[in-house]
């Protein structure tokens, strides 16, 4: 993980939400994080993006991946509908395989049905942007959202 931005960072985003262009505060090869939305890269069928304007997001959970498959892998899906309540992941194929361990799964529940799942790469870089632009209502989680999955319903993509 990369350092914590300066309060001047923190400060000049916030500012820069002000404005009326979109200015890209955090990207990887999972999400793009801008001044006004967060887009997750590879949601729907593994090749369009999500789109969350910031305003809307209610809470962000998250949790750094495991480098060893293991019970969260049973829980979390690498791509599609998760078994750990109604949370649709976008794709990341190394979700729930051997890996590094630096990445993290983050879920974003923007008052839909379904909430958002992603990879980051730089929590420190995204979190920190993120924490500052969302609603000072929306609340940050240290672990993943665990409600049970009604396989009653099974979803289409969200």
């Known amino acids: ?24 505060l955090y990207e990887d090869q999972f999400c793009k994080l ?9 949601y729907h069928a593994s090749i369009e993006s999500k789109i969350v304007p910031l305003g809307e997001i209610k809470a962000v959970y998250y ?20 078994t750990l309540g ?3 992941w976008a794709l990341d194929p190394l979700r729930q395989m051997f890996n590094s ?19 980051v790469i730089d929590m420190n ?3 920190y942007y993120l924490f500052e632009l969302i609603p000072s209502s929306a ?3 240290d672990g993943l959202p665990n409600d049970p999955m009604s396989l009653d319903n099974p979803p289409l993509f969200h």
Do not use: H
């Open 86 to 88: 109604k949370i649709w």
């Open 125 to 127: 870089g995204f979190g």
């Open 101 to 119: 361990g630096k990445k993290y799964n983050v879920v974003i529940d923007n008052g839909d049905e379904w909430k958002k799942g992603f990879s």
């Open 139 to 141: 609340t940050f989680y």
């Open 1 to 24: 993980m990369s350092e914590q931005p300066s309060n001047l960072d923190v400060k000049l985003a916030r500012e820069r939400s002000l404005e009326e262009e979109d200015q890209v």
């Open 34 to 42: 801008t001044n006004k939305e967060l887009e997750i890269k590879r």
């Open 63 to 82: 949790s750094q991946q495991s480098t060893l498959p293991g019970g969260q892998a049973l829980n979390i899906n690498d791509n599609g509908w998760s």
